[in-house]
């Protein structure tokens, strides 16, 4: 039988692909942990696998792989789509997408299969990074091709002898290292918010916390003091934050085959990360860096959630916002409280807002009266040309 490599969730539709292509395929499921699995779960979905008829089962721990190639250039971009989602969910397909593929070349599989559904976006993250990678592994799809509803899976697989609790659960919740997306009747229209026992953390603590993010050269390598890799950071950060239910937002955005979209989302960690680096950013680095990030960043997150990760462009826009990154070093304390967090401030070597050169609004050491007088006449120059040229209209 040839082989095909399945990436395998455990869910109906990855289930029900690996049952029927167990049948012309010699199948080998795998699935990659992004964040947000535990080791019970793992085995759980492993054992479940063989249930399917898999000859094997691999789980690929790709947590820091995930920071190292996407997440950092997240944070040094302060990416947030359409101001608001810090792309969980479509940021892991993309790095799940590579693992899959290189693991069916590294055991010469001839096929690939998925269980997206034609209407959504994954289909075209994978099938794009799949055919880039390895042109020559044909892409299975029985869902896609089929058509199918959920209960004709069931069906099926009940037929099959595979008898599990396939019940739909109220809401689809799908947690990583960078958030959890959280799917419901709600969002599936635009007037009603999703109610708060969809999200997956509920509010333990009251009062507030402060806790101190340390960057180095735009990295979040400390939290409070202690040190450790930047992922366990953002593991150890949403630990905490979550407590506090924070970052529950719902986003609105374009899908990639042009339909609108909403979904909710939980993202403490990512939320809280993203602000506190911009807020060091805003201290260290000058105007022009800024504004030039600002428009590079919003292109780089919306390339990578439409799945063209692999396209030399991300490679250009990734050395922009590394190198950005040279003196955006030092702690910013942040007020943790119910629901929300708050910005306090930052302490940097880097910090420009120096009171060696002036106090804003208030007094300046480093020019003369006559010497702002001289810049003003000149920075206005131009617009006084303008109106002068054109004083009749």
């Not at 880039?132 to 058509?147: E, F, G, H, Q, V």
């Not at 930047?230 to 719902?250: F, T």
């Not at 480093?366 to 120059?381: H, L, Y």
Request: hydrophobic fraction near 35%; include cysteine; aromatic fraction near 10%.
């Amino acid at each position: 039988m040839k082989k095909l490599v399945i990436a395998y969730s455990g869910g109906l539709d990855t289930s029900y692909c690996a049952v029927s292509l167990s049948k012309e395929y010699d199948v080998h499921a795998v699935s990659v942990n992004t964040g947000g699995f535990t080791e019970e779960e793992i085995k759980h979905i492993e054992s479940n696998a063989y249930k399917m008829g898999v000859s094997t089962y691999k789980n690929i721990d790709a947590v820091a792989t995930f920071y190292k190639k996407v997440v950092k250039y997240l944070i040094f971009g302060n990416v947030l789509k359409n101001s608001t989602y810090p792309l969980s969910v479509s940021a892991e397909r993309i790095i799940q997408a590579i693992e899959i593929i290189e693991y069916a070349k590294s055991i010469d599989a001839e096929y690939i299969a998925h269980g997206s559904t034609g209407a959504g976006n994954d289909q075209v993250r994978f099938d794009m990074i799949f055919q880039t990678l390895a042109p020559n592994i044909k892409i299975i799809t029985p869902i896609r091709d089929k058509k199918l509803a959920r209960q004709e899976e069931i069906d099926y697989l009940k037929a099959e002898g595979i008898d599990m609790p396939w019940e739909k659960s109220k809401y689809s919740v799908n947690k990583g290292l960078w958030g959890t997306s959280v799917g419901g009747v709600e969002t599936l229209k635009s007037e009603k918010p999703l109610p708060s026992e969809a999200y997956p953390s509920q509010l333990e603590k009251e009062g507030e916390e402060k806790v101190t993010l340390t960057f180095k050269n735009g990295e979040f390598v400390a939290l409070n003091g202690e040190e450790n890799a930047p992922e366990v950071n953002i593991e150890n950060l949403n630990d905490i934050a979550s407590a506090y239910a924070i970052g529950r937002d719902i986003h609105v955005g374009d899908t990639i085959v042009g339909t609108k979209g909403r979904v909710g989302f939980e993202a403490a960690a990512s939320l809280i990360t993203v602000k506190a680096h911009h807020l060091l950013e805003k201290h260290t680095l000058t105007k022009w860096q800024l504004q030039h990030k600002e428009y590079l960043s919003s292109f780089y997150g919306m390339h990578l959630h439409e799945g063209q990760y692999l396209d030399p462009v991300m490679r250009d826009t990734e050395a922009f916002l590394q190198s950005s990154q040279k003196m955006v070093s030092g702690d910013v304390v942040v007020t943790l409280k119910p629901y929300h967090f708050s910005l306090d401030g930052i302490v940097s070597a880097h910090d420009l807002m120096s009171s060696k050169f002036s106090t804003y609004g208030e007094e300046n050491k480093a020019w003369t009266a006559d010497d702002a007088k001289g810049f003003i006449k000149i920075f206005g120059n131009q617009n006084k040309i303008y109106r002068q040229v054109n004083s009749e209209e």
